[in-house]
């Protein structure tokens, strides 16, 4: 019964996982199930299609250069340094997978480039990573009437987005009213909430200003003094502009200045041909593992080769879950893992004969070799674990793909290998 009730998730997992995004049955449209998952007031909805990197489905190519003239020399590096995480900050918060940012040096010249796979909008990631949003809290100048003040009229008050702690999209106002309309809400770390209680305290009744980037966003009337140190910034924006506000507040400011020197959309290094031939190899390599596990273990390879198949139907899936951003890099360690995933198999079959020639009835022989072999395919698989988990720490770009899908491998076929196999064993293996 434990046996039906785990083929019939697994089953279902793959099949939801990895159906067609659109399909048609009986002449009505059916469309494969988003995430759409609840986050406060933020919203995570994605496909499960697969994530390919740069080598594979091309991307978008920025060139900056870095303004460290008002540097002072010993600091230039640790400078350098600070702007590329905030733009690696900013990338991830895009939800771009797989990106390459590093610095250079050209000459006498500093330089930051940045590699984006599957974004084709370079004016979109132009104005999202390198944008400094300088956030600013400004009251009305003494002199002047809320009534016909203009915006100029508008004095600097200190609070700016340097004592913000979180930016995030919301629909609603500080009244907790929900509107279908997108906001940004702000909350203050424990400075800015108190310089936050002081404005609104001193300018009840006036309006109060918020600034970025030296332009007007919205200028609310403070109706009552707020102590909690949140605020919401209205404005006539898109969900796609509140997002790149958030993106932009949340990553902070940019260290130091940097200006485009160049942009272009970049195809994918690799041609479809050497893909292919990628997925060829490892078919083959699939299919003489099958051959392999028949010629020497008979009717227990064919079942290893059923729990194989759905090894590789499982890592699919969790791929377009996850999701894992494939490069060929990565696809490199899915290879090497199907290798590994009939490795533990061996190792259970090989102490299941033993158990058998020792005279052990089949069944007490089934159950002594999963547990006999059990120790040694644990520790193989977590060495494999601990290295790729050293690389995936340490490296960057393809090396983490590589890393991540060979973790991801290695952890389902532990599952496939001793939950699967056994459970297949179990069901359907008699001895002659």
Same mark, same amino acid.
């Given at each position: 019964?434990?046996?039906?009730?785990?083929?019939?998730?697994?089953?279902?997992?793959?099949?939801?996982?990895?159906?067609?995004?659109?399909?048609?049955?009986?002449?009505?449209?059916?469309?494969?199930?988003?995430?759409?998952?609840?986050?406060?007031?933020?919203?995570?909805?994605?496909?499960?299609?697969?994530?390919?990197?740069?080598?594979?489905?091309?991307?978008?190519?920025?060139?900056?250069?870095?303004?460290?003239?008002?540097?002072?020399?010993?600091?230039?590096?640790?400078?350098?340094?600070?702007?590329?995480?905030?733009?690696?900050?900013?990338?991830?918060?895009?939800?771009?997978?797989?990106?390459?940012?590093?610095?250079?040096?050209?000459?006498?010249?500093?330089?930051?480039?940045?590699?984006?796979?599957?974004?084709?909008?370079?004016?979109?990631?132009?104005?999202?990573?390198?944008?400094?949003?300088?956030?600013?809290?400004?009251?009305?100048?003494?002199?002047?009437?809320?009534?016909?003040?203009?915006?100029?009229?508008?004095?600097?008050?200190?609070?700016?987005?340097?004592?913000?702690?979180?930016?995030?999209?919301?629909?609603?106002?500080?009244?907790?009213?929900?509107?279908?309309?997108?906001?940004?809400?702000?909350?203050?770390?424990?400075?800015?909430?108190?310089?936050?209680?002081?404005?609104?305290?001193?300018?009840?009744?006036?309006?109060?200003?918020? &600034?970025?980037?030296?332009?007007?966003?919205?200028?609310?009337?403070?109706?009552?003094?707020?102590?909690?140190?949140?605020?919401?910034?209205?404005?006539?924006?898109?969900?796609?502009?509140?997002?790149?506000?958030?993106?932009?507040?949340?990553?902070?400011?940019?260290?130091?200045?940097?200006?485009?020197?160049?942009?272009?959309?970049?195809?994918?290094?690799?041609?479809?041909?050497?893909?292919?031939?990628?997925?060829?190899?490892?078919?083959?390599?699939?299919?003489?593992?099958?051959?392999?596990?028949?010629?020497?273990?008979? &009717?227990?390879?064919?079942?290893?080769?059923?729990?194989?198949?759905?090894?590789?139907?499982?890592?699919?899936?969790?791929?377009?879950?996850?999701?894992?951003?494939?490069?060929?890099?990565?696809?490199?360690?899915?290879?090497?893992?199907?290798?590994?995933?009939?490795?533990?198999?061996?190792?259970?079959?090989?102490?299941?004969?033993?158990?058998?020639?020792?005279?052990?009835?089949?069944?007490?022989?089934?159950?002594?070799? %999963?547990?006999?072999?059990?120790?040694?395919?644990?520790?193989?698989?977590?060495? /494999?674990?601990?290295?790729?988990?050293?690389? %995936?720490?340490?490296?960057?770009?393809?090396?983490?793909?590589?890393?991540?899908?060979?973790?991801?491998?290695?952890?389902? /076929?532990?599952?496939?290998?001793?939950?699967?196999?056994?459970?297949?064993?179990?069901?359907?293996?008699?001895?002659?």
């Amino acid at each position: 019964m434990r046996t039906t009730i785990l083929f019939i998730l697994v089953l279902l997992f793959i099949v939801i996982t990895n159906m067609p995004s659109q399909f048609t049955i009986g002449g009505r449209k059916f469309y494969r199930p988003m995430i759409n998952i609840s986050l406060g007031n933020g919203r995570i909805i994605r496909d499960l299609n697969f994530r390919l990197g740069l080598d594979l489905q091309g991307g978008t190519h920025l060139a900056y250069a870095a303004d460290v003239s008002k540097i002072d020399s010993s600091q230039i590096t640790a400078a350098m340094a600070s702007t590329r995480n905030n733009i690696e900050r900013r990338v991830n918060l895009l939800g771009v997978s797989e990106a390459l940012v590093q610095t250079s040096r050209v000459g006498d010249e500093n330089r930051l480039i940045v590699e984006l796979p599957g974004v084709k909008d370079v004016n979109q990631a132009i104005s999202t990573i390198g944008t400094t949003a300088l956030l600013e809290f400004r009251q009305l100048a003494p002199d002047k009437s809320a009534t016909e003040a203009a915006f100029t009229d508008f004095l600097p008050t200190g609070l700016t987005g340097a004592e913000l702690k979180l930016a995030q999209v919301q629909f609603g106002n500080s009244q907790g009213q929900i509107s279908s309309a997108p906001s940004v809400g702000l909350e203050f770390n424990s400075e800015g909430a108190g310089k936050f209680s002081e404005l609104t305290k001193n300018n009840i009744g006036k309006p109060l200003a918020i &600034f970025l980037d030296e332009v007007p966003v919205t200028a609310p009337t403070v109706q009552t003094e707020i102590t909690d140190g949140k605020a919401v910034i209205t404005g006539d924006f898109t969900v796609d502009e509140a997002k790149r506000l958030v993106v932009q507040l949340n990553a902070g400011a940019l260290p130091v200045p940097i200006k485009i020197i160049e942009q272009r959309n970049i195809g994918a290094t690799l041609g479809s041909e050497s893909v292919a031939k990628s997925l060829f190899a490892g078919l083959v390599g699939l299919v003489l593992i099958w051959v392999f596990m028949l010629a020497n273990y008979g &009717f227990k390879g064919l079942l290893a080769n059923i729990a194989l198949t759905i090894y590789v139907l499982i890592s699919l899936s969790l791929f377009r879950l996850i999701p894992v951003t494939l490069t060929l890099a990565g696809i490199a360690g899915f290879i090497l893992s199907v290798g590994m995933a009939v490795d533990a198999n061996i190792l259970i079959f090989e102490r299941i004969k033993e158990e058998i020639r020792w005279g052990r009835p089949l069944r007490a022989a089934l159950e002594l070799g %999963f547990h006999r072999a059990w120790t040694s395919v644990r520790d193989s698989n977590f060495s /494999s674990i601990i290295t790729a988990g050293i690389l %995936f720490w340490f490296g960057s770009g393809p090396v983490r793909g590589f890393a991540l899908t060979l973790i991801v491998g290695i952890l389902v /076929s532990l599952f496939t290998s001793i939950t699967i196999t056994r459970s297949l064993l179990r069901t359907f293996y008699r001895p002659k």
